[in-house]
């Protein structure tokens, strides 16, 4: 064995330099979860992302106060009542326009006073007629409307949400708004019914509040 070999020679490190490094830096990822790419729910009452969506408006859950059934009755009483001022005052009101008209064209000439005496009595009677036929319309639409069952969800706010139903249905929709309050990754999504009301006023509203003597009391009597 020749022991006069040379060792190979060791590798040398090149003097190359390192790639660059990327310049480009990742984007923070957002504190809370983007909102959903497609439009909101319009259709029936949606919660998800701790949000509850009834016919396309959105509530947060930690603002809901208060979940509750009850029955919408129509002011039947209110609205008659009302009917028979409107109609009282308007046939007053017509009833002195002719005192006013006879006792003016009395000191007339009989023939002038003739022609607009019967002018003015059609355009009165038509004006009055009108007033009835719309005042006892709108006496009936509020006499003859049904009472609806329905599902109240109240905020810390001033907004509340109305849907509709059968009772047995709304009274467990009750059970699984609360439910989903309380837990952070509850979904849910069911079909309710939308009021077809214009006039809020001419029903009664929520639950009816008694009190009965002394002072700081508070009740809720249905």
Same mark, same amino acid.
């Given at each position: 064995?020749?022991?006069?070999?040379?060792?190979?020679?060791?590798?040398?490190?090149?003097?190359?330099?390192?790639?660059?490094?990327?310049? %480009?830096?990742? !984007?923070?990822?957002?504190? %809370?979860?983007?909102?959903?790419?497609?439009?909101?729910?319009?259709?029936?009452?949606?919660?998800?992302?701790?949000?509850?969506?009834?016919?396309?408006?959105?509530?947060?859950?930690?603002? +809901? !106060?208060?979940?509750?059934?009850?029955?919408?009755?129509?002011?039947?009483?209110?609205?008659?009542?009302?009917? *028979?001022?409107?109609?009282?005052?308007?046939?007053?009101?017509?009833?002195? *326009?002719?005192?006013?008209? $006879?006792?003016?064209?009395?000191?007339?000439?009989?023939?002038?006073? $003739?022609?607009?005496?019967?002018?003015? *009595?059609?355009?009165?009677?038509?004006? /009055?007629?009108?007033?009835?036929?719309?005042?006892?319309? $709108?006496?009936?639409? /509020?006499?003859?409307?049904?009472? %609806?069952?329905?599902?109240?969800?109240?905020?810390?706010?001033?907004?509340?949400?109305? /849907?509709?139903?059968?009772?047995?249905?709304?009274?467990?929709?009750? %059970?699984? +708004?609360?439910?989903?309050?309380?837990?952070?990754?509850?979904?849910?999504? &069911?079909? &309710?019914?939308?009021?077809? +009301?214009?006039?809020?006023?001419?029903?009664?509203?929520?639950?009816? /509040?008694?009190?009965?003597?002394?002072?700081?009391?508070?009740? &809720?009597?249905?």
């Amino acid at each position: 064995m020749d022991t006069n070999e040379t060792p190979p020679p060791k590798p040398t490190q090149a003097n190359e330099t390192p790639p660059p490094k990327p310049t %480009h830096t990742p !984007v923070p990822r957002p504190a %809370h979860s983007p909102p959903p790419s497609g439009p909101p729910p319009r259709n029936g009452l949606v919660i998800s992302k701790r949000l509850l969506w009834v016919h396309g408006g959105a509530y947060p859950l930690e603002n +809901i !106060v208060r979940v509750y059934t009850f029955v919408l009755r129509p002011r039947r009483a209110e609205a008659f009542a009302r009917f *028979l001022k409107r109609g009282g005052a308007t046939l007053a009101v017509f009833l002195i *326009l002719m005192y006013f008209e $006879d006792s003016t064209s009395s000191s007339w000439d009989s023939y002038s006073s $003739d022609g607009g005496d019967a002018g003015f *009595l059609g355009v009165a009677l038509f004006l /009055v007629a009108v007033l009835l036929i719309y005042f006892i319309g $709108d006496m009936c639409s /509020v006499v003859f409307a049904p009472p %609806h069952d329905v599902l109240a969800i109240e905020t810390n706010g001033r907004s509340t949400a109305l /849907v509709t139903g059968k009772r047995a249905y709304l009274n467990g929709l009750v %059970h699984l +708004i609360a439910e989903a309050i309380d837990k952070p990754d509850a979904e849910l999504q &069911v079909a &309710v019914g939308t009021l077809a +009301i214009t006039n809020y006023g001419n029903y009664f509203f929520g639950d009816a /509040v008694n009190m009965y003597g002394g002072s700081g009391n508070t009740g &809720v009597a249905k």
